[in-house]
């Protein structure tokens, strides 16, 4: 029979014919959570298989439906579940009261939510320089306006390319290309640091004269692994990705002061990009906070003699996806609406049927559905 070695409780027990891993942990004393009484309708008895991946059998209807809402990736099971044909070795994810609540699906209102999947994607960060300076010698709200029309001009770029703005930090832009769709992933980071270059000189010409200066960035770019999920107190998740990778990026950008340049990739990204680029200068430096020499590659322009495919960005998936749940507002709007015609409905047609019976409660009871369907359906129409 196969066995299960419980990492995290360092048990190995045996498991029955067609028992799921649930069945057994549950068998065996182990507090197994299953908040919706192992039915797929959580993830809270979710297991990580550390080995003997092949000998889960393959993910039934139930189980599939759930890992693609929450994007599980394949190592990552429902022991509520999952079978087994010979030995695997496994830690339960979800150990105390605080775990369920923060993974359970079937709160109101939860959301699918990532549980964090290691992926190759390419990384820009962006600086203004001397955007501090700036700050001080102007009012508050010509700072707050002049970044918003940066980032707005910014953002459209990112987004035409097919990546997604991560985060802001103060006057700084981090984007992710790849999160999504991996396909062409760097060309798109390195054409939207090129096109962000052209949209700052389209712009410069209005901050000149308005504020008397001219912003300039510095934009670095890598190609590399990170953990992406859904981080965040309950009521401000966000997806964002994290790792190595993500610093070293950041040092990218940074090094563009040293360097003299204003977008510098980094070799790993180079390598994917450099028959359709032009490039300027290129050196080899140590990144601060890290060690070894890392080759950096500026960027001067892009061969104009290519397409890149469409793709539809983070961003608009996100947002399409939402339009296409039904709010409470449009819930109560035609359920008003249906109510209204349905009692207006019934007097026309009741009334009018009953009239000539001379039965005065029949009759009273229609108009009475008439004097209340009629406000009905005029509020539903107006909602």
């Given at each position: 029979?196969?066995?299960?070695?419980?990492?995290?409780?360092?048990?190995?027990?045996?498991?029955?014919?067609?028992?799921?891993?649930?069945?057994?942990?549950?068998?065996?004393?182990?507090?197994?959570?299953?908040?919706?009484?192992?039915?797929?309708?959580?993830?809270?008895?979710?297991?990580?298989?550390?080995?003997?991946?092949?000998?889960?059998?393959?993910?039934?209807?139930?189980?599939?439906?759930?890992?693609?809402?929450?994007?599980?990736?394949?190592?990552?099971?429902?022991?509520?579940?999952?079978?087994?044909?010979?030995?695997?070795?496994?830690?339960?994810?979800?150990?105390?009261?605080?775990?369920?609540?923060?993974?359970?699906?079937?709160?109101?209102?939860?959301?699918?939510?990532?549980?964090?999947?290691?992926?190759?994607?390419?990384?820009?960060?962006?600086?203004?320089?001397?955007?501090?300076?700036?700050?001080?010698?102007?009012?508050?709200?010509?700072?707050?306006?002049?970044?918003?029309?940066?980032?707005?001009?910014?953002?459209?770029?990112?987004?035409?390319?097919?990546?997604?703005?991560?985060?802001?930090?103060?006057?700084?832009?981090?984007?992710?290309?790849?999160?999504?769709?991996?396909?062409?992933?760097?060309?798109?980071?390195?054409?939207?640091?090129?096109?962000?270059?052209?949209?700052?000189?389209?712009?410069?010409?209005?901050?000149?004269?308005?504020?008397?200066?001219?912003?300039?960035?510095?934009?670095?770019?890598?190609?590399?692994?990170?953990?992406?999920?859904?981080?965040?107190?309950?009521?401000?998740?966000?997806?964002?990705?994290?790792?190595?990778?993500?610093?070293?990026?950041?040092?990218?950008?940074?090094?563009?002061?040293?360097?003299?340049?204003?977008?510098?990739?980094?070799?790993?990204?180079?390598?994917?990009?450099?028959?359709?680029?032009?490039?300027?200068?290129?050196?080899?430096?140590?990144?601060?906070?890290k060690s070894g020499e890392y080759m950096l590659y500026e960027i001067t322009g892009m061969d104009t003699n290519f397409e890149l495919e469409p793709v539809e960005s983070a961003a608009a998936v996100d947002t399409s996806s939402e339009s296409e749940k039904p709010s409470p507002r449009n819930i109560l709007k035609e359920l008003l609406i249906a109510?209204?015609?349905?009692?207006?409905?019934?007097?026309?047609?009741?009334?009018?049927?009953?009239?000539?019976?001379?039965?005065?409660?029949?009759?009273?009871?229609?108009?009475?559905?008439?004097?209340?369907?009629?406000?009905?359906?005029?509020?539903?129409?107006?909602?």
């Amino acid at each position: 029979m196969p066995s299960i070695h419980y990492l995290s409780d360092d048990k190995e027990v045996e498991v029955s014919n067609n028992s799921t891993i649930l069945e057994t942990s549950l068998r065996v004393g182990i507090q197994h959570a299953h908040a919706c009484g192992g039915y797929a309708r959580c993830s809270t008895c979710r297991v990580l298989i550390l080995d003997g991946l092949e000998n889960c059998l393959p993910r039934n209807t139930a189980e599939q439906r759930l890992a693609k809402r929450l994007h599980f990736s394949p190592e990552i099971r429902l022991a509520c579940q999952t079978q087994l044909t010979d030995d695997v070795k496994l830690r339960r994810l979800v150990l105390d009261a605080e775990d369920i609540e923060l993974t359970s699906q079937i709160k109101p209102g939860a959301t699918a939510d990532s549980v964090g999947l290691e992926r190759e994607v390419a990384i820009l960060f962006s600086d203004i320089r001397g955007f501090t300076t700036f700050s001080e010698h102007n009012l508050p709200y010509d700072v707050v306006h002049v970044l918003n029309r940066y980032f707005h001009d910014m953002g459209q770029v990112i987004h035409q390319n097919g990546g997604y703005i991560d985060n802001y930090m103060g006057d700084g832009i981090m984007a992710l290309f790849g999160v999504h769709d991996p396909h062409e992933a760097t060309l798109r980071a390195v054409k939207s640091g090129v096109e962000m270059l052209k949209a700052l000189d389209q712009l410069n010409p209005y901050i000149e004269t308005v504020y008397k200066t001219r912003f300039e960035i510095g934009v670095g770019i890598h190609y590399g692994e990170v953990v992406v999920g859904t981080i965040g107190a309950a009521n401000r998740k966000r997806e964002t990705a994290i790792g190595d990778a993500v610093n070293v990026a950041s040092r990218i950008e940074s090094a563009n002061k040293e360097v003299g340049t204003n977008l510098l990739v980094s070799e790993d990204a180079y390598q994917q990009v450099k028959e359709l680029t032009q490039i300027g200068k290129t050196a080899s430096i140590t990144l601060k906070g890290k060690s070894g020499e890392y080759m950096l590659y500026e960027i001067t322009g892009m061969d104009t003699n290519f397409e890149l495919e469409p793709v539809e960005s983070a961003a608009a998936v996100d947002t399409s996806s939402e339009s296409e749940k039904p709010s409470p507002r449009n819930i109560l709007k035609e359920l008003l609406i249906a109510i209204g015609a349905a009692l207006l409905g019934a007097f026309l047609v009741g009334f009018i049927t009953q009239l000539t019976s001379g039965n005065v409660f029949v009759i009273l009871t229609f108009i009475i559905m008439g004097f209340i369907g009629a406000p009905l359906l005029i509020w539903g129409l107006l909602r």
